[in-house]
């Protein structure tokens, strides 16, 4: 087992990355904050199986993150990270200080003003600036010909892609299937801060997807019917809903029918914890017309 070669700067990422390029080498970027679990380890898996040098990046962003939230809670494990990373074909991995990515005098930022303005834009103002922000830096540091995200955090990926193509940037976002663990929580680095109790809570959120994607396949077309089956079954498992309602897939914007692709959304607080969760929606006869 050999641990991938551990990055800390811009330059030398760029000059590993330029010489994998001058022998052909596809790459591919994983970025992440770290504390890997198996969900970014199949953002890994994906990426091996179409490039051929990986840099998976472990940078905790500050921008990200609001003055009251969990910047310096949020678990940093790097020798773990590096052991999980050391069973795939990982090249480089890349873990700089904050003051290689945000260097003093720092004032250049990037928004994508509609789409981060609502759901978890609201709830956590100019988080997304920051992603955004950080996303860029990566790809102009890695210069990736493809990019993996988790759909789990549906609105950052739609985010990045739109990013992606208002930039015309020569990279190919992918976006990868929500991995759950056996009971059915969709798999985040926060878990490990709900109790047994409160997991047990949280379950209330995949349930409700369930629910929901069990309705759209019986033929319910009434959105409005969709968001009350979602919100009773979190509020019955008293959660304090942020929102749970179905968007478009690519506007976000809400829908009062389905009648198009579309993503139920939630996010909701068990304790001190906050989780989000979503699952892609889509009219059965719009399945069959794309076959």
């Known amino acids: 087992m050999t641990l991938p070669r551990l990055v800390s700067t811009v330059s ?12 052909g080498k596809r790459i591919g970027l994983i970025p992440t904050m770290g504390a890997l679990h198996a969900g970014h380890l199949s953002l890994v898996e994906a990426a091996e199986r179409e490039c051929d040098f990986l840099v998976v990046s472990l940078f905790v962003n500050p921008t990200q993150f609001a003055p009251h939230e969990d910047y310096q809670r949020y678990p940093r494990t790097l020798e773990e990270d590096l052991s999980g990373l050391s069973r795939h074909r990982v090249n480089a991995v890349f873990a700089p200080s904050v003051a290689e990515m945000y260097p003093d005098g720092y004032q250049s930022y990037v928004e994508v003003r509609e789409l981060s303005s609502r759901w978890e834009g609201v709830h956590r103002p100019d988080h997304f600036r920051g992603v955004a922000t950080i996303v860029l830096k990566l790809f102009t540091a890695a210069e990736p010909d493809f990019s993996y995200f988790g759909q789990k955090d549906f609105q950052q990926l739609a ?35 709900l109790s047994g109790a409160e997991r047990e809570r949280g379950l209330a959120l995949s349930r409700a997807l369930a629910v929901a994607g069990e309705m759209a396949r019986r033929g319910e077309r009434d959105c409005g019917e969709l968001r009350a089956a979602l919100q009773e079954i979190l509020t019955q498992a008293d959660l304090q809903i942020d929102y749970a309602t179905v968007v ?7 829908l009062s029918t389905l009648d198009r692709p579309a993503v139920a959304i939630l996010a909701a607080r068990v304790g001190a914890t906050r989780l989000i969760d979503n699952a892609l929606l889509t009219p059965p006869e719009m399945e069959e017309r794309s076959v």
Do not use: M
């Open 12 to 23: 030398e990422l760029r000059q590993l990355v330029r010489d994998a390029k001058l022998t």
């Open 248 to 254: 478009d897939r690519t506007t976000l914007e809400v």
């Open 159 to 193: 985010i990045i892609e739109r990013l992606t193509a208002d930039l015309a940037l020569p990279i190919a976002i992918r976006g990868c299937p929500i991995l759950r663990d056996p009971d059915g929580l969709a798999l985040s680095s926060r878990n490990r801060f």
